[in-house]
């Protein structure tokens, strides 16, 4: 497979380092020479210095017998005009960054798909979701609907309280057979757990069950129920935009921006939220406008080390939830010892819709874990594949992957060894980030 990514940036760097990691055949494309030089020197990808809108520069990078094009400049009508030269030039499939909401309605999509933009991705709307999805379960650190909400994957941050510490999980899982735990998250390593393996205070574990278990699987992890009520968000850029439209209506929203320009445009973009102009990190202002009387917390500015500062704040004062965008990746980790609640980072979002596209087998859905070092992918058993002849426990699966759960006509099913996955079954797999192609050969 040959990938060529256009935009040296965040997303496209990230992307071509991740790609190059995994062997695949990488071109990076972009004007800055020096960042380009800086990225050769370290990783196994070829780099071209040209523009993505130059029908020579395609050329050059080998754009007619590429499988995935993917145009992540920082800008949406240079992207949008790469992938359909891309498209016309041979590239098998392309994909935009975009940051206009309208592109994505399905009128103006289809109408992209026929000029040869065949995938769209607005990596602030996904972020947006994300937030809203956090809000919406606060005591979960992650959520994901699988199978159209069939089974759900969500990861916990385990306290002294829960009654599931220190026990070994075959003992855990012995009578109860309502939830899989297809990893741990402690410290900054990704445990893809055996049943030897015990959960310990402050790890963050996750698990595959069903949705009508989600309240028993709250009281084991020893967690509180409650209500976001009352949110306040710092920031005032599209993600807050988005995050607000996709809001309950029955949420009070406080915004708090810096900018009095921006403040200005935030009226005009949203109405079921009151605009404060302030710095969100201000502790004087943070009381005055009601922090202690808040849910959550919410820090979606462009820099990351203010949005952790601003959630730290909001615990001391009492807030349940908090939420950081953190685009720094080195800081995740960090995050985590300092209990913020859930971190947004769009380019792992993004890399994980993009990843749809790169794998071989039949993947419906594909997500990056933020926090987990990890990926989970849904696929689907084919006929007279490696993954039907024989029980879970005796498929000799990688180590670093686990089978969290299935659903086979439309039923949802947690998944153990004894399992016999069968023709047509949609498999929900866990596994570390570098693992998650080891496992097509057993769907083919």
Not at 208 to 225: A, H, N, Q, S
Not at 232 to 238: E, K, L, Q, Y
Not at 316 to 325: D, I
């Amino acid at each position: 497979m040959k990938v060529l990514i256009a935009g040296a940036g965040e997303v496209g760097t990230y992307l071509a380092k991740l790609l190059s990691r995994e062997m695949i055949d990488t071109v990076l494309l972009d004007k800055n020479a020096e960042v380009l030089n800086n990225l050769d020197d370290n990783f196994d990808l070829m780099t071209i210095v040209g523009s993505p809108t130059s029908i020579n520069s395609l050329k050059e990078a080998g754009v007619g017998d590429t499988d995935l094009f993917v145009a992540v400049t920082p800008e949406e009508s240079q992207n949008i005009m790469s992938c359909m030269l891309s498209s016309e030039l041979g590239a098998k499939k392309t994909l935009a960054r975009i940051d206009n909401y309208e592109y994505l309605l399905p009128e103006t999509s289809a109408f992209f798909e026929k000029s040869g933009v065949h995938s769209l991705i607005y990596p602030e709307m996904l972020a947006a979701d994300e937030v809203v999805y956090a809000l919406k379960r606060p005591w979960m650190r992650q959520w994901h609907e699988l199978y159209g909400g069939r089974l759900i994957l969500t990861g916990i941050k385990v306290r002294e309280n829960a009654s599931i510490l220190n026990i070994p999980l075959y003992e855990l899982t012995k009578d109860d057979s309502f939830y899989h735990i297809v990893g741990i998250k402690r410290y900054s390593s990704t445990i893809i757990p055996g049943g030897s393996d015990v959960i310990k205070k402050n790890d963050i574990v996750f698990f595959t069950t069903t949705p009508d278990y989600l309240p028993k699987l709250r009281r084991i992890c020893g967690k509180e129920e409650f209500e976001v009520k009352n949110v306040m968000i710092m920031g005032g850029g599209r993600i807050v935009v988005r995050t607000c439209l996709g809001m309950p209506s029955q949420v009070n929203v406080k915004i708090i921006e810096q900018n009095i320009d921006r403040c200005h445009w935030l009226t005009q973009q949203v109405n079921n939220a009151m605009i404060i102009h302030g710095d969100g990190r201000d502790t004087e202002l943070l009381k005055e406008e009601g922090i202690r009387d808040m849910d959550a917390f919410v820090a979606l500015t462009a820099n990351s080390e203010a949005n952790i500062l601003a959630c730290m704040a909001a615990k001391r004062f009492g807030v349940k939830k908090t939420v950081a965008e953190v685009e720094n990746i080195d800081y995740i980790t960090l995050v985590e010892k300092l209990d913020i609640g859930t971190v947004i980072n769009k380019k792992l979002i993004a890399a994980g819709h993009i990843y749809k596209l790169l794998l071989d087998a039949d993947v419906s859905n594909i997500k990056t874990m933020t926090v987990a070092n990890a990926d989970v992918a849904e696929l689907i058993a084919k006929e007279d594949s490696k993954i039907t002849k024989r029980a879970v426990k005796n498929l000799g699966l990688p180590k670093d992957l686990t089978i969290g759960g299935l659903v086979r006509d439309g039923k949802a099913c947690i998944v153990t060894g004894d399992t016999h996955i069968q023709a047509g079954d949609h498999v929900i797999i866990f596994c570390h980030d570098t693992a998650i192609r080891k496992i097509e050969k057993y769907f083919h």
